[in-house]
């Protein structure tokens, strides 16, 4: 079964009575339920990472933000904890996922793990590649990519049924993603199957895909340094040889990565979602339907009600914290439960209902799917964008669309962190 939790990651659940694991089936399968009841007990509640180690959720909406905009809580656990080996959950957990030991400066390089200034300057290089200006004049491309493939979903039917995550909600994100970071069509298969991959958290699937991926983003790198144009990767090339010091080899192959994969995997699941949660609440169906106008608004509430990303990276207390009458000690590490925010009653009236109108029209969104402070998901806009796009279109494409499986038949991935559906089979009239 390719969905099983790997043994590797099971063996410390149940250890700390108490103390729920990340890996507790109780959060892996309902998250929403499972860390809601974390949310009732408080807002600072003891728990336990995959590698057993202890930590923090943090789980109602305000705390959530206090934290993530709160510079004492650091994403780089160096500056934590120092070269604590043994006792460092990444590290721990990278090599429970099988990978080899030099190539975890790719993950612990990342833009996700770095505080500033690494983070100031990482981020600067990449983030005019994201602004609204930019993201708005990628919408026609967006359309047709989505077009085109709304118009060939009928070809992947077998008996009148089509896997939409198969052949809609990943082909519109890497297609989009792939041609702004400049990764060549003939590539992108491989880069559907590394992702999968990296999110199987299957130690030999691991082990087999992260080397070969680096060794592709070098290669990758010598072709388009010969040949430099106005994609993403050539703006990386140009800030690694041209302006000394702007970043280093390392960074530039795990920024590849990063915005390749951070790119796909989690928007293909915010439309996968998104399209299940709508297809079983005919009266919101409805409303979008009849005003295809309210789709920004959909978006932000379909990112609230069924965002993919259910919890931030790690964050270590960089000093002794006291937060809602509770001592974080300097090193500690903190996880930030998104999901449980988005259903804080505290802020949030019935928070269990999805109302596709309960952001005010024009307003910024009200929920932190997309995390919140220095972190703030880089795409965002992207990835609204590419929501609204796909939602619109796949309703008009396709005015009968239907489930072709019983709701509670629908098959959710249990991994920690993620709320991802492996299939959506679909009607399509
Ligand atoms: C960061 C969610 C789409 C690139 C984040 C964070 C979240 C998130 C929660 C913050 C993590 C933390 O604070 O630890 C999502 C969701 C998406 C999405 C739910 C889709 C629905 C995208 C897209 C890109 C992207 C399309 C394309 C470039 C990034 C990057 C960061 C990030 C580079 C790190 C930012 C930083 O550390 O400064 N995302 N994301 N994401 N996201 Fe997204």
């Not at 790997?6 to 700390?16: D, E, N, T």
């Not at 072709?223 to 990767?233: G, I, K, P």
């Not at 297809?279 to 409303?287: E, F, G, K, S, V």
């Not at 295809?292 to 990276?313: I, K």
């Amino acid at each position: 079964d390719p969905n099983a939790v790997p043994a590797a990651f099971s063996v410390h659940v149940g250890k700390h009575p108490g103390e729920p694991n990340v890996m507790d089936p109780a959060l892996l399968t309902d998250p929403f339920g499972g860390y809601g009841a974390l949310r009732e007990k408080g807002p600072v509640v003891r728990g336990r990472f995959i590698d057993d180690s202890p930590l923090w959720f943090i789980t109602r909406f305000d705390e959530v933000r206090e934290v993530l905009r709160d510079p004492r809580f650091a994403n780089d656990r160096m500056h934590a904890r120092g070269n604590a080996e043994g006792e460092d959950p990444l590290s721990n957990v990278l090599e429970t996922f099988g990978i080899a030991e030099e190539m975890n400066k790719y993950f612990t390089d990342s833009i996700l793990n770095k505080d500033a200034p690494d983070h100031t300057r990482l981020r600067r290089l990449v983030s005019r590649a994201f602004t609204a200006r930019r993201i708005n004049a990628l919408r026609p491309r967006v359309e047709e990519i989505t077009d085109e493939l709304l118009r060939r979903l009928p070809e992947h039917a077998e008996d009148g049924v089509v896997d939409l995550i198969e052949h809609f909600a990943y082909p519109l994100p890497i297609t989009v993603i792939c041609e702004l970071v400049g990764i060549p069509e003939e590539d992108r298969p491989q880069w559907r199957a590394w992702g999968a991959d990296l999110v199987s958290m299957d130690p030999e699937r691991l082990g087999r895909s992260v080397p070969p991926m680096v060794g592709h983003i070098h290669e990758l790198i010598g072709r388009r340094r010969a040949a430099l144009t106005d994609d993403l990767l050539s703006d990386l090339i140009r800030a690694h040889d041209e302006d000394g010091g702007k970043l280093s080899d390392v960074e530039m192959i795990t920024m590849v990565f990063t915005l390749v994969l951070a790119g796909h995997e989690t928007t293909a699941h915010l439309i996968g979602n998104g399209t299940a949660a709508l297809l079983t609440h005919p009266d919101q169906l409805r409303l979008l339907r009849e005003d295809p106008e309210l789709a920004p608004r959909a978006v932000h509430e379909l990112m609230r009600w069924c965002g993919p990303v259910q919890g931030t990276q790690l964050r270590y207390a960089t000093e002794d914290v006291e937060l809602a009458g509770v001592r974080i000690a300097k090193g500690d590490a903190v996880q930030v439960i998104l999901v449980a925010a988005n259903y804080d009653p505290r802020h949030y009236d019935d928070p269990e209902r999805l109302d596709l109108t309960r952001h005010p029209a024009g307003q910024a969104e009200n929920h932190v799917g997309f995390g919140h402070g220095m972190h703030y998901c880089l795409g965002a806009t992207l990835a609204r964008q590419e929501g609204e796009v796909a939602f619109g279109k796949l309703l008009a494409h396709y005015p009968d669309l239907a489930l072709a499986v019983a709701p509670e038949e629908l098959v959710r991935l249990p991994r920690p962190g993620n709320w991802r559906l492996t299939t959506l089979p679909l009607r399509l009239r």
